[in-house]
């Protein structure tokens, strides 16, 4: 483990549990490694200043009740979710209509063509939506 890996596992651990085998080698690092174990001691007094410093609010006993009721009450909007969907499909059959129209190829193979390149990018469209609401 490198100084770069050591401080990054430093700053996961205040986050989440390491494994054991993750926390052992850390700890090897840092009784080698007098700069990354000034870097942890840092790091653990600025949590102790954070947890003394920082105090939660305290909530009322209705407040999730209140806060779901809330949530409830706005309105849903589900067109949002097929909305690039139905962008996708208008503008691949505006794009196909014009290549059937324009091109000099039999029209069954351009259709072909582009419903093939049409699925493509929807796939591909697919995987990028998926992949940003995950963050």
Request: aromatic share 8%; hydrophobic share 45%.
């Amino acid at each position: 483990m490198d100084c770069r890996d050591a401080q990054q596992k430093l700053l996961e651990s205040f986050e989440s549990t390491l494994p054991a085998d993750g926390k052992r080698e850390l700890e090897r690092h840092l009784a080698a490694c007098p700069n990354c174990a000034e870097f942890g001691e840092l790091l653990n007094k600025i949590d102790v200043h954070f947890k003394e410093e920082i105090i939660a609010p305290r909530l009322s006993p209705g407040f999730r009740a209140a806060l779901q009721a809330r949530i409830d009450r706005q309105p849903h909007r589900l067109w949002t979710h097929w909305l690039p969907d139905a962008a996708y499909l208008a503008g691949s059959g505006a794009a196909l209509l014009c290549c059937v129209l324009l091109l000099p190829f039999s029209a069954s193979s351009v259709v072909w063509v582009g419903t093939v390149i049409a699925a493509a990018g929807y796939s591909l469209q697919t995987l990028l939506v998926s992949s940003l609401e995950e963050l």
